[in-house]
């Protein structure tokens, strides 16, 4: 009796932790590259011990052949990671605007590690994405996060067929929607960036002899920076509400 227990117990915890794992190694803030694999680990085992008793319910007995085994489990990776990958591609909507402001101040050349992404980017989309995942602690976002991940096991059941269809026109919506919002998050600063280029043509026509390129750049930066200054708050207000926008299909009424 003990010995079924053990074994029925371990099998739910192996399944739940295989989920939360997933998600928690490439979900963006616990899945970055300085977050060291045993805090992650940790972490998901906490998580998987706390929440076992309410999904456990939802958890199949344990399979008699090792391939049934195998499926389930992979089957719970692949909803961690697309758990994760909605996360991912929100975030990477400032990525898309940090690379849009890069090219409109003239400081895409200006490379550095982002922390957040894992990738070299410019300095204005790794400034982005570390505000962005303060502010998502900060408003305590990460727990709408932890609790769509919970809630998903009642969504995705554990053993059961898996909605290829869905999932990749969920992630084809989520994408195309991060592009469009980093596209609107740079737009104040386009519209700046247009009213700026055609200005500093006009001045160019008007006196042939000005040095166009030593005179604008270093006005251009600073201008660029200063509405960047302005419009930051708001920015990371509609990332917030579209980050959270992201999870809320997924959590339970």
Not at 216 to 223: A, E, I, Y
Request: charged share 5%.
């Amino acid at each position: 009796m003990l010995e079924q227990f053990l074994e029925t117990n371990i099998w739910v915890l192996l399944v739940v932790a295989t989920r939360i794992g997933t998600m928690l190694s490439l979900v963006p803030g616990f899945g970055a590259g300085y977050v060291t694999p045993r805090l992650r680990l940790a972490l998901a085992m906490t998580m998987s011990f706390l929440i076992l008793p309410s999904v456990n319910i939802y958890v199949p007995a344990l399979p008699t052949s090792a391939m049934s085994l195998f499926m389930i489990l992979v089957g719970e990776v692949i909803i961690g990671a697309f758990m994760a990958t909605i996360g991912m591609f929100v975030i990477s909507a400032l990525q898309t605007a940090g690379t849009f402001i890069a090219y409109y101040s003239s400081m895409a050349n200006a490379m550095i590690q982002d922390p957040i992404s894992n990738q070299q980017s410019s300095i204005i989309s790794g400034f982005l994405s570390t505000l962005a995942l303060v502010a998502i602690f900060a408003a305590n976002l990460h727990h709408l996060v932890l609790r769509a991940l919970v809630d998903s096991f009642s969504l995705f059941r554990p053993g059961n067929l898996i909605e290829f269809g869905d999932i990749s026109e969920t992630l084809v919506n989520a994408l195309s929607s991060a592009f469009i919002l980093g596209f609107k998050l740079s737009a104040p600063l386009l519209v700046v960036a247009f009213v700026y280029y055609l200005a500093l043509g006009i001045l160019g026509r008007l006196m042939p002899t000005l040095q166009v390129f030593f005179f604008g750049l270093p006005l251009q930066v600073s201008l660029q920076i200063w509405v960047l200054m302005i419009c930051l708050s708001g920015m990371m207000m509609v990332f917030l509400q579209a980050f959270g926008n992201a999870y809320v299909p997924f959590i339970s009424p």
